[in-house]
């Protein structure tokens, strides 16, 4: 994917999804790979852009049929046949990436999505929380922003970020996922990075004019029995993530400062300590061999 310059600071509507992927700067999927791994990671993954998914395509066809699914339907077809076979070619077949490349715009979708995508849209349209958090009476969808990320002390770090949903009451972060029990979803979706994209993504609005709108999640199940949940932020969490947040971006400054992008141990050798399970399993299997000797 070759990268373009990327637009002035501002808010930019009806940007196609391809264009603002390959605006050149930083975001929220990238920035992950410091928190997750190591600068060495970030810089890798934006060298080497990770291609699109078959679950990748499916979370953003929900997502584009969450929003808007009347012109979402229309702009569905079906995807190529497997003579051979008389059934649709896969999505990592040439054949299939060819057409998907001959249909921009459209969303390529088989039978069995097309049921998965149409049970997600009735159980959002059925929950009063969501319907009530997306379907205002104004609102605007897919929000592209670039702001600048920076500090005094970092220098200007350009930074895109792409909206769901913008009410005036909100910004909507729609999520589709496995189906879990909820005792799960929290650690799900610290591990996800939910609260530092909605950190970003908070302070690219403000930046831009949108103002200090409220924040919520709506996270729609992909699979039976297609459960939904509205979310809301939570202070400590937030808080949590803004502080690991400012510490990557002030690595990002410094690593693009000195062109050095050290791993997880760099420099230094790094000791490996056995878990505290471990530990503390060993250690009365000590006593107990003491009190049997």
């Not at 700067?25 to 600068?39: K, P, W, Y």
């Not at 080497?48 to 953003?60: A, F, R, S, V």
């Not at 009347?70 to 051979?84: A, D, H, Q, T, V």
């Not at 996800?192 to 949108?210: E, K, T």
Request: contains cysteine.
């Amino acid at each position: 994917m070759k990268k373009i310059p990327t637009p002035a600071p501002g808010i930019y509507y009806d940007v196609p999804g391809e264009e603002y992927r390959r605006w050149d700067a930083l975001n929220c999927s990238t920035l992950v790979h410091a928190l997750e791994h190591s600068m060495l990671a970030l810089r890798w993954s934006m060298e080497n852009p990770k291609k699109q998914t078959e679950d990748m395509y499916l979370g953003t066809a929900i997502h584009a049929a969450i929003l808007e699914p009347g012109r979402f339907l229309e702009n569905m077809i079906e995807p190529p046949i497997n003579p051979k076979g008389g059934k649709p070619y896969g999505f990592n077949t040439n054949t299939f990436q060819e057409f998907l490349d001959a249909h921009p715009g459209k969303f390529v979708i088989g039978e069995e999505d097309a049921e998965t995508i149409n049970r997600v849209i009735k159980a959002v349209q059925a929950n009063p929380y969501a319907r009530g958090a997306i379907f205002a009476e104004r609102r605007a969808c897919e929000v592209s922003i670039v702001f600048d990320a920076g500090t005094e002390e970092t220098g200007p770090i350009p930074f895109k970020c792409r909206l769901d949903c913008v009410t005036d009451a909100a910004i909507v972060d729609i999520k589709s996922m496995r189906k879990m029990p909820l005792y799960a979803v929290p650690g799900n979706a610290w591990s996800g990075h939910w609260p530092h994209r909605a950190v970003m993504y908070r302070r690219g609005a403000a930046s831009v004019g949108l103002g200090n709108r409220g924040w919520v999640w709506l996270a729609a199940e992909k699979e039976p029995p297609y459960d939904v949940m509205v979310c809301e932020t939570e202070d400590a969490s937030m808080l949590a993530a803004e502080v690991e947040v400012d510490a990557a971006l002030a690595a990002f400054a410094e690593c693009s400062r000195t062109g050095v992008w050290p791993g997880r141990a760099s420099g230094s050798t790094y000791k490996l300590a056995a878990p505290d399970y471990a530990i503390k399993r060993a250690m009365i299997e000590a006593e107990n061999a003491a009190a049997f000797a």
